[in-house]
């Protein structure tokens, strides 16, 4: 027996450090219920950037961590949307926390069944695959109208209150803590999965696919099991969608949605998660102010912000700020 | 019903061979850098502009507006290429899909700014209106002009890589890069001579899908999925396989718009993901 692991770094340990957390980061969490206090008037949009971060979180989880590049995840978002609208629509059950998990339990189960096309293709072919199973979600949408209300959108969806107390209101007071309280709690389950050697393996797969079963891993179970959690949480942010908007419209199924949410997590930072949240804050915000001034020509600003981060910012806006952070240290 | 179905096979076809010529140029870079340029399309939506405005400012007959369009599309592309691409030939796939895409978004409002949001139209030679009529199938006199330019340039395409020396080189790079660099073939110089044409023949099919498909700034993006379809299907660096994959999605595409409209454009990317789970790297791929 040689004794040469003692000195080197206990992993079990290794993982306990990086998963500690950081006053930053608490600070960071305190900052989200700001809203309630000091922008009232802007709670139904702080509860849209709360969708769009668990959004980005789950695409951060499979493009950030396992290296799967996607443009078709709002295929889950709209399975996660339209489940919820359909259960309160046609079923006649509008209670919103089974309600919710059902959303993101039907998006898991379709995203186990995509799994295994997934993991059998890579590069171009992938990107193809992804994005041909999101406009193909999209066109069964659309011409299963009788259904899904087609390019009307599916009307008649009404939200019981939470726990029975709490109702939807108009200002977005319930909405905003219903979907702030879902972000976090999938945020903390993203963090406890990324800081876990299942999440220590994922990133083994991004880094090189082919000496990861060379060192016993099963890529391609892993590969699968992130993209079912990624497919779940996909389903939990459209069904947060339909729950606070009482509407489920085509669009939560475009290649539009999936193109956004991939150019809001690179524009944060891909593989961090926090990056996530805050590309969905900067990119919402910036639409906001933005659209109001003239709509037509927000695109050219989101371009022109990709192009940017892809050439000066690899890693992000938050990417960027570490660096910065870093060099002010020294 | 048979008559009906001849058309549609000839529509079909010709909207085949339009995105042949859109799609070509993106095979065959693809299959020699591995750059993934999804602006690909905004190269066309470029030469549909210059075409229509040197038509109506410049009073350039079709004819000449077609060869300016590919030479526009060309020029533009390859001083994108030395200045910008080639920055992302290492930089992994997803920021060079992110990057071009950034470059849609932006042409595309760069296109409204200029142009507006509306449909540009085009003016044809009387020459290529109408149609020819045999028995009783009517056959557009412009889809024959468009099925004869594509065929003229499989032919051209296809001579020139198999007996030129460009073309040669252009073979050998796309096997093996750094062998052909190794025998001393300046790999760099060929990709810029390639981009440049296959961004020129994207210019050239962008100025020829004004009159069947329109022109707005969303081409880009709308033909973006196609030209990718084309490229994905037919196997990258193929030019038979683009002429395949063309072939089957413009027939494929028209006939499910004209037999079942309700699920058509279902049915085509259901024989996208099909056709790409058996085969990863297309039906002509060799890697």
């Known amino acids: 027996m040689s004794n040469t692991t003692t000195t080197a770094i206990d992993p079990a340990a290794w993982i306990r450090r990086q998963s500690r957390w950081s006053a930053l980061e608490v600070a960071f969490w305190l900052a989200a219920l700001l809203p309630f206090y000091f922008f009232p008037t802007y709670l139904m949009l ?87 199973l999101g406009l193909l979600t999209y066109e069964l949408a659309n011409a299963m109208s009788w259904l899904t209300g087609g390019t009307d959108g599916l009307r008649g969806i009404d939200i019981w209150p939470i726990f029975g107390l709490f109702r939807f209101d108009l200002w977005g007071y319930t909405a905003y803590s219903y979907t702030l309280a879902v972000l976090f709690l999938g945020f903390l389950a993203a963090r406890r999965i990324v800081n876990s050697s299942f999440g220590l393996a994922l990133r083994g797969i991004r880094e090189n696919v082919r000496r990861m079963p060379a060192i016993g891993s099963p890529y391609r179970r892993h590969l699968q099991a992130i993209y079912t959690i990624s497919a779940a949480i996909a389903g939990l942010a459209g069904g947060l969608l339909t729950q606070t908007t009482n509407t489920v419209a085509l669009e939560s199924l475009s290649f539009q949605r999936s193109a956004d949410v991939v150019v809001m997590l690179i524009l944060g930072g891909t593989g961090r998660l926090y990056g996530a949240v805050l590309g969905a804050l900067v990119f919402l915000l910036v639409r906001d102010r933005l659209s109001g001034v003239n709509p037509q020509y927000w695109y050219f600003w989101i371009g022109l912000m990709l192009m940017v981060v892809v050439l000066f910012m690899p890693k992000g806006i938050l990417g960027g700020l570490t660096r910065l952070a870093g060099r002010t240290k020294g | 019903m048979n008559a009906n179905l001849v058309i549609v096979l000839f529509d079909g076809f010709a909207f085949g061979m339009l995105l042949f010529v859109l799609s070509v140029g993106l095979s065959v870079t693809l299959g020699l850098m591995n750059f993934i340029n999804l602006a690909h399309g905004a190269f ?193 660096g193929s030019v038979t396989g683009s002429f395949v994959g063309a072939a089957l999605l413009g027939i494929g595409d028209v006939a499910g718009k004209y037999f079942v409209p309700e699920i058509g454009s279902f049915l085509i990317y259901l024989m996208l993901v099909a056709i790409l789970l058996v085969r990863p790297l297309g039906l002509f791929g060799k890697r």
Do not use: C
């Open chain 1, 46 to 132: 702080a509860s849209q950037i709360a969708v769009a971060a668990l959004f980005a979180i789950s695409v951060d989880l499979i493009l950030g961590y396992a290296g799967i590049v996607t443009l078709g995840h709002a295929m889950f978002f709209g399975i996660g949307a339209y489940t919820a609208g359909l259960l309160s629509a046609k079923a006649g059950w509008g209670e919103p926390i089974s309600g919710l998990l059902i959303a993101g339990a039907m998006a898991g189960a379709v995203g186990f069944v995509v799994s295994f096309l997934i993991v059998r293709v890579q590069h171009l072919a992938l990107i193809m695959v992804t994005l041909g």
């Open chain 2, 44 to 236: 066309g939506m470029l030469g549909g502009y210059v075409a229509v405005t040197a038509m109506r400012q410049l009073g350039f007959p079709f004819l000449l507006a077609l060869p300016t369009a590919f030479l526009a599309a060309a020029l533009v592309s390859v001083v994108f290429e030395r200045t910008l691409f080639r920055r992302l030939y290492r930089a992994g796939e997803l920021n060079q899909v992110l990057f071009t895409i950034g470059l849609v978004f932006v042409s595309a409002a760069a296109a409204t700014y200029v142009f507006g949001t509306g449909q540009q139209p085009i003016v044809l030679p009387d020459w290529l209106r109408g149609s020819v009529v045999v028995g009783e199938l009517r056959f557009g006199v412009y889809r024959i002009f468009l099925i004869a330019m594509a065929l003229a340039i499989t032919a051209l395409l296809v001579f020139g890589l198999e007996r030129t020396r460009l073309g040669a080189r252009i073979r050998a790079a796309v096997d093996n890069q750094r062998v052909a660099q190794g025998l001393g073939i300046n790999v760099d110089r060929i990709f810029a001579v390639t981009f440049a044409l296959g961004s020129g023949l994207a210019g050239l099919g962008g100025a020829l899908a004004v009159e069947i498909v329109g022109l707005d700034p969303s081409f880009g993006f709308h033909y973006l999925v196609y030209v990718l379809i084309v490229v994905a299907v037919g196997g990258l």
